[in-house]
């Protein structure tokens, strides 16, 4: 285990990709209940929004349909296992301090001296994740960097709308 938290960590540093992970249901399903249990633990520690739990199974689930869908519309559904595990996988790694700095970000008052340097902080880390995916995505779809920026972004549009229309909107995650 502590081998594939390694291996997540150099996929979120860019420094491997999905191609090094292996093809395997079992593997994809390992680091979807893990995915999971960090975020159940970090949210039950530090919670973001009233419901949270519910929106989290609605945002796997999201991008488990939305990986399937895109790497068949590029042709390559054969990678959907590796490519799917990876988003999960580094997004697992980089789980723990994402939420504890949005939470900060949530808590801290307008005027305080840590505002500003905190919300940097939350937007370097949200930079990071979303370089993660890109590099992700471009070694599975094998498209520019642009392209894969545009369909990151598309991806958070699209799950937000996705959590704007299944839940009160006072209550969903930014």
């Given at each position: 285990?502590r081998?594939?938290?390694?291996?997540?960590?150099q996929i979120a540093?860019s420094?491997?990709?999905?191609?090094?992970?292996?093809?395997?249901?079992?593997l994809?399903?390992?680091?979807?209940?893990?995915y999971?249990?960090?975020?159940?633990?970090?949210?039950?520690l530090?919670?973001?929004?009233?419901?949270?739990?519910?929106?989290l199974?609605?945002?796997?689930?999201f991008?488990?349909?939305?990986?399937?869908?895109?790497?068949?519309?590029f042709g390559k559904?054969?990678?959907?296992?590796?490519?799917?595990?990876a988003?999960?996988?580094y997004?697992?790694?980089?789980?723990?301090?994402?939420i504890?700095?949005?939470?900060?970000?949530?808590?801290l008052?307008?005027?305080?001296?840590?505002?500003?340097?905190?919300?940097?902080?939350a937007?370097?880390?949200?930079?990071?994740t979303?370089?993660a995916?890109?590099y992700?995505l471009?070694?599975?779809?094998?498209?520019p960097?642009?392209a894969?920026?545009?369909?990151?972004?598309?991806?958070i549009?699209?799950?937000?709308?996705?959590?704007l229309?299944?839940?009160d909107?006072?209550?969903?995650?930014g």
């Amino acid at each position: 285990m502590r081998e594939l938290l390694r291996l997540f960590g150099q996929i979120a540093l860019s420094r491997r990709g999905p191609q090094d992970l292996p093809a395997s249901p079992l593997l994809l399903a390992v680091t979807v209940v893990c995915y999971i249990a960090v975020y159940f633990g970090m949210g039950t520690l530090l919670p973001p929004v009233d419901s949270w739990r519910s929106q989290l199974f609605v945002e796997v689930a999201f991008t488990l349909v939305w990986y399937a869908i895109l790497l068949r519309a590029f042709g390559k559904p054969e990678r959907y296992l590796q490519t799917t595990t990876a988003m999960f996988g580094y997004q697992l790694v980089l789980a723990p301090p994402l939420i504890a700095i949005m939470s900060i970000v949530r808590r801290l008052p307008e005027d305080s001296g840590w505002a500003m340097p905190v919300a940097l902080l939350a937007i370097a880390l949200l930079i990071w994740t979303v370089r993660a995916g890109t590099y992700v995505l471009k070694a599975a779809l094998e498209l520019p960097i642009v392209a894969c920026v545009a369909l990151i972004f598309a991806e958070i549009l699209a799950s937000q709308l996705v959590l704007l229309l299944t839940f009160d909107p006072t209550t969903t995650a930014g």
